[in-house]
């Protein structure tokens, strides 16, 4: 080869304008024997001389001296070309950011370099070539253009300068766009893993416990939210529809969050612009069921991704059913089936398209849409509520023919929350007290909501029995002007025969105002009404009299005043109502009469614990209050409730076939799993024949009897009326083969809740059983019964029930005879017993009918006979000649008097009769025996 140099080729690069060189540049040119600075040592030394730093060693030709630029750029003061012709120096560029191989001549070896800092300055190393050393500098330094742009051969980048130093390349744009993807994929998987689906908040879980006639109307709610759940198959599919067309109308179809919706209402809400839509119908039942109506930013990233998790373990049908639930309509009422009650006074199940559109358009704005709270609002919420409509024929959900034709369906009026107040409160507890004692719920469970009760009460019934009290006692009174008038408390309970359900109760005037039910408490004597079941006892156990006669209906007792009762081994001699003695008279007569002194006899006769006994089967509790074994127990100074006196009358109706009565016929939880109720179970607690022989004799009380106010019902009735002791209440229970109804008026202080009497209240001189209390049984009755079958009792007596007996014809044959107050028994035929029947007779026509009452237990002082022909207590007989005359103490009385002893009490005539008859003390002593 040539020793001779060659001119290297140009390049791309050699066709720039370089770069004005630095000072430094010029400065370090020069020639190669030019002492060398420590600094330019120290660079060499400091690690990589051509390789690190770029450095090109280059063998020239002697003779040839001088520093060239790298570039080779020519025409330059003190630069040569790199290829090192002859008489020229200069300064080769060590700086480029690629790599280049210097043109080679014969003489020279080119190297190839990097250049990674512009400003390192690179030397050749002396010792690689024969006697020359090509000394570069960074291209900085030299005024030379770099490598990217000059470039090998290459087209080179212009450098970004000014401004667009700012904008991000594609590259950067990129890649910007990739990491924040990945972000957003890191953050949802960190988010989805994180996050759980929550227990349901309280507020969501929270429900009324709603109870209900047995016909299925309301009755009442209780609990602090107003809700009642219910499954999706009781919500009707108009009602579906409608809540689709206005929150979500490709529920069904889409996925469970709307990313789009869910970031507008993220942001507007962290921007403070007020309440934004929850999106998907998913979406807000997680806000409503799991979470809360707070608008944060943190509750919306929740939401989102346990609405995610939800989509995938429910169905769409489940989140549907949880939304109508929780959604809250406003008026109180949350979910539909409450709304549908609140606005319209129906169920879910039987919203039409009409009033469905309505309902589903209050869940956007429920305050604000209610027209009725709000009329000025009525143009929007019809707006609405057509958007709504058109929704649903754009669906396909309704016929644009029916749509044409639909008119708005204006809601009723807002009722005032009405609480426990009227019969509501009394119901509620009663139904919670019933639920308890059977063992059904207690108070706990039913705290937490979520039941349905269906009772066995009747509406209608419910309805007669309320206005029948209001009728005839609380019409009536005066309480500003009569102060007793505030003592007066009414109680009544409904039974059906048959079947043993509750029909109808009345508790009070307002729960609210007297929270005591008068129906279910058991602090008042329940009076006469309790004699029946004495002579229930006596046909049940085949009972006889003292002296052994069988006791039918037609059995003659004593019903002398303050007669001692015989054969037990205590005293008590009770008070027959205001004193009156009636002599030898029937039990019917008696019962019609209401006698005290011939039931407490009665009881003694057939043993007070059978008497008990009996009262227990036929529905008593067994704990009664007051319910001893005694002959004061015919009096009724026990203390059943109203209820518990109804159900032991429909046993007696029921021919003496008893199952505890029953308050109620379902119970659901949820709407959907059903509460086993206690099986009931029938027995015959008394023989028919007890039974229905007792219902005669109470059949001739209302139509000859105490209770005759009872044949205004229009119907075939028996019943008994009944006084508690000085007048505190007053009762009739009676009965139709159809309804057992017991009625009790109450006296009590509201301040106090001391039992008071009842004297003068309504302005009535008394309140007897057979005034106010058989006027409402006979009203209720009659209403109940209304536009009903009228059947008569089926009755199967006694053997000898319809048999007259003779009254007896000797002292000794009326049970009980010679008691120390009577100074004689009266006998058959005497003027003195006619005259003193005739007289209580008209006393009785003139009170209005007495019911008994249940008397002094001490009996009172000792009743004497006549002035001449009877004898004072343990004195001589009277009469001169007289056989008898009169009676010792304990004796077996006087023969029946002749023609002579006509008047009561007078003196012994000719024959002597004496003190036959003990006449009566007092026709009316004015105290009445309670």
């Not at 069904?252 to 839509?277: C, F, H, I």
């Amino acid at each position: 080869m040539s020793d001779e140099p060659q001119q290297p080729k140009q390049g791309v690069a050699d066709h720039q304008p370089p770069a004005a060189p630095e000072t430094r540049g010029e400065a370090e040119s020069g020639t190669e024997n030019e002492p060398r600075s420590e600094a330019e040592n120290e660079n060499e030394a400091r690690g990589e001389t051509a390789a690190a730093t770029g450095s090109a060693t280059l063998n020239r030709p002697a003779n040839t001296t001088g520093n060239a630029p790298a570039n080779g750029a020519p025409g330059r003061t003190g630069s040569a070309p790199a290829n090192g012709a002859p008489g020229w120096t200069g300064n080769a560029p060590a700086n480029t950011t690629r790599n280049r191989t210097a043109p080679a001549t014969p003489n020279q070896t080119a190297d190839t370099t990097q250049f990674e800092a512009p400003n390192r300055t690179a030397y050749a190393n002396a010792d690689e070539g024969p006697d020359q050393v090509v000394h570069a500098t960074t291209a900085d330094e030299a005024g030379s253009p770099t490598a990217d742009e000059a470039g090998g051969g290459k087209a080179g980048r212009p450098r970004r300068t000014g401004w667009r130093r700012a904008v991000p390349t594609w590259r950067m744009m990129l890649g910007g766009v990739l990491t924040v993807m990945l972000l957003v994929i890191g953050a949802f998987l960190l988010g989805y893993s994180m996050v759980k689906i929550p227990p349901a908040n309280a507020m969501a879980v929270k429900q009324a416990n709603v109870y209900l006639y047995a016909d299925g109307s309301e009755i009442a709610r209780d609990g602090e939210i107003n809700r009642e759940n219910v499954t999706l198959a009781q919500v009707s599919k108009d009602a579906q529809h409608a809540v689709l067309a206005a929150e979500d109308r490709d529920f069904y179809t889409e996925s469970a969050v709307d990313p789009k919706a869910m970031l507008r209402a993220g942001w507007n809400t962290a921007l403070g612009k007020g309440k934004q839509s929850g999106s998907t119908i998913t979406q807000q039942y997680v806000k409503n069921y799991y979470l809360g109506q707070e608008q944060t930013v943190t509750r919306k990233v929740k939401e989102f991704f346990i609405s995610i998790k939800l989509d995938r373990t429910q169905s769409k049908d489940e989140i549907l059913e949880g939304y109508l639930n929780t959604s809250y309509f406003g008026r109180n009422a949350y979910g539909i089936q409450a709304a549908a009650q609140a606005y319209y006074g129906i169920k879910a199940k039987d919203l039409d398209p009409a009033r469905a559109a309505y309902l589903a358009a209050l869940v956007n704005a429920p305050s604000e849409f209610d027209v009725v709270a709000h009329p000025e609002n009525k143009s929007v919420a019809l707006a609405r509520w057509n958007y709504v409509l058109d929704g649903m024929v754009k669906k396909g959900w309704l016929p644009a023919s029916q749509r044409a034709g639909m008119k708005f369906p204006m809601p009723k009026d807002a009722t005032a929350p009405t609480g426990m107040s009227g019969q509501r409160g009394y119901i509620v507890r009663a139904v919670k007290d019933y639920l308890a004692q059977n063992k059904i719920l207690d108070e706990d469970q039913l705290g937490a909501g979520g039941y349905q009760i269906t009772t066995t009460l009747q509406k209608r019934n419910q309805d007669a029995l309320v206005k029948a009290v209001d009728d005839q006692v609380m019409n009536k009174l005066d309480r500003k002007n009569r102060k007793v008038d505030n003592y007066v408390r009414a109680g009544a309970a409904s039974v059906d025969p048959k079947t043993g359900e509750l029909v109808a109760m009345y508790g009070g005037i307002d729960y609210v105002k007297q929270y005591t039910n008068n129906a279910t408490r058991r602090d008042f004597q329940v009076g006469s009404t309790f004699k029946p079941f004495v002579f229930t006892s006596a046909v049940q156990n085949g009972s006889a009299t003292q002296d052994g006669r069988p006791i039918t209906p037609n059995t003659y007792y004593d019903g002398t005043n303050k007669r001692p009762v015989q054969g037990w081994g205590g005293s008590y001699a009770p008070e027959n109502e205001d004193q009156r003695s009636y002599g030898n008279i029937t039990v019917r007569e008696a019962t019609d009469k209401s006698v005290n002194s011939v039931y407490a006899q009665m009881a003694a006769d057939v043993g007070s614990e059978k008497v008990k006994d009996t009262a227990v089967a036929l529905g008593l509790p067994a704990d009664t209050k007051d319910l001893t074994g005694t002959p004061s127990i015919a009096l009724g100074v026990a203390t059943a409730s109203v209820v518990d006196m109804a159900d032991a009358y429909a046993t007696i109706a029921n021919h003496g076939k008893h199952a505890s009565y029953t308050l109620i016929k379902k119970i659901t939880k949820d709407g959907v799993d059903t509460v086993e109720l206690p099986r009931r179970t029938e027995s015959q607690a008394v023989s028919r024949e007890a039974a229905d022989t007792t219902t005669s004799i109470l059949r001739s009380v209302v139509q000859n009897g105490t209770a005759t106010a009872a044949q205004a019902a229009g119907r075939p009735a028996a019943g008994k009326t009944g006084t508690a002791e000085e007048d505190r209440a007053a009762w009739f229970a009676g009965y139709t083969p159809e309804l057992a109804t017991v009625v009790s008026v109450m006296g009590q202080d509201p301040d106090t809740a001391h039992h008071e009497s009842l004297y003068g209240a309504m302005g009535l001189p008394r309140i007897n059983g057979g005034g106010p209390p058989a006027q409402i049984w006979a009203q209720y009755t009659g209403d109940a019964l209304k536009n009903t079958l009228v059947t008569d009792f089926d009755l199967q007596l006694q053997p000898g029930a319809d048999q007259i007996q003779p009254p007896p014809s000797e002292p000794g044959d009326n049970p009980g005879d010679g008691a120390p107050d009577d100074g004689g028994t009266p006998g058959a035929d005497t003027g003195g017993q006619n005259q003193g029947q005739d007289q209580d007779q008209g006393q009785s026509q003139g009170q209005g009918q007495g019911d008994g009452g249940t008397g002094d237990a001490n009996g009172g002082d000792p009743t004497t006979g006549g002035a001449d022909g009877g004898t004072q207590p343990g004195g001589p007989t009277g009469g001169e000649s007289g056989d008898v005359g009169g009676t010792q103490p304990g004796g077996q009385g006087g023969v029946p008097g002749g023609a002579g002893g006509n008047t009561p009490g007078g003196g012994a005539g000719p024959s002597g009769d004496g003190g036959a008859n003990t006449g009566l003390q007092g026709v009316f002593s004015g105290r009445t025996s309670p």
